[in-house]
């Protein structure tokens, strides 16, 4: 059921160096919502933000409201942030924030540091991700709590001048650790890339990876299969070729085999079609193909979609 709006408002807009953001909002009554009925809430948010040197911002950010989901209490979020911008090619990107919540104290904040440094031969990217297992920002939304998570990531991107059809190569490896509160494991990644970029346009590339993940509760993965508690590592290898945008026919394909959970998962994609029909028709398909054997089952997913475009001149 829909939840009224009485009233809200908006402000938005700069001043100098300053930006700035201002949202709030006033709801209804719904008592006939379930499973509980809805109170009458009042929602803001404020966000400030300050450009600082030449590429560099800090900013705060706030938000609340009057009820929390659970139906007593109020829930509030705050922070802050910065991006800071070194040179042409290095930079910072960092923040903390804290919520409060009724019923829930402590282990209630989150925080990021990243780095990341993309130059043309070379690439480096470092994180550091922890939110706690009671930070919760009820306005807005929150993949995944009460995890610390780090990864790390290395490119590496010649442009070989004696193969005068190839623009550049680059060889590329991750590693992502994500464990929760206490230490304990649940998702590990290691992961590595080879790409081939054509003066065409086009790209080939291969890859391989290795993950763990850890259930700690059954995962149903379609309606009639759960996969069950249990600590899964799982291997794939994946095969690319990207059409360039230049062709009249363009895509990104790629082939994708390897252990899944209790089994063995294979995928064929084809993403970001597009035919040119005429010069002002053109026709974008996509398609997605899934064959997994389970200890626990067997299925097939397809996913098919297209989209026409029709430039006027």
Do not use: C
Request: no cysteine; glycine share 12%.
């Amino acid at each position: 059921r829909g939840v009224p709006l009485e009233i809200g408002g908006r402000l938005t807009g700069r001043a100098g160096r300053y930006s700035v953001g201002i949202l709030n909002t006033q709801t209804g009554d719904e008592p006939d919502t379930l499973p509980s009925p809805a109170r009458s809430t009042n929602v803001s948010v404020v966000r400030l933000k300050r450009d600082i040197l030449r590429r560099s911002s800090v900013g705060l950010i706030a938000t609340g409201r009057s009820v929390a989901e659970g139906g007593t209490g109020r829930n509030l979020a705050y922070g802050v942030d910065g991006t800071f911008g070194f040179f042409d090619n290095l930079t910072i990107n960092s923040y903390w924030a804290k919520t409060e919540t009724d019923g829930r104290r402590g282990d209630d904040t989150s925080y990021r540091a990243q780095l990341d440094y993309n130059g043309d031969r070379y690439g480096l990217q470092l994180e550091r991700l922890a939110v706690g297992d009671n930070f919760n920002p009820e306005v807005g939304f929150l993949r995944r709590d009460n995890m610390r998570r780090s990864f790390a990531q290395a490119r590496f991107s010649p442009r070989p001048r004696r193969l005068p059809s190839i623009r550049r190569l680059r060889y590329q490896a991750g590693f992502t650790y994500i464990t929760d509160g206490v230490g304990k494991l649940e998702s590990r990644e290691r992961e590595g890339e080879f790409v081939i970029e054509f003066q065409n346009g086009d790209q080939f590339s291969a890859g391989y990876s290795q993950q763990y993940e850890f259930l700690s509760q059954p995962f149903v993965i379609v309606p009639e299969i759960a996969i069950p508690i249990g600590s899964y590592p799982f291997e794939n290898a994946r095969v690319g070729f990207n059409l360039g945008r230049q062709r009249r026919a363009s895509a990104q394909m790629s082939v994708e085999h390897g252990t899944f959970f209790s089994g063995h998962r294979t995928t064929f994609t084809a993403s970001q079609g597009r035919v040119s029909v005429t010069n002002a028709l053109s026709v974008e398909p996509t398609y997605s193909l899934n064959k997994v054997d389970l200890e626990q089952g067997r299925f097939t997913t397809h996913l098919v979609g297209s989209r026409a475009t029709y430039t006027m001149t």
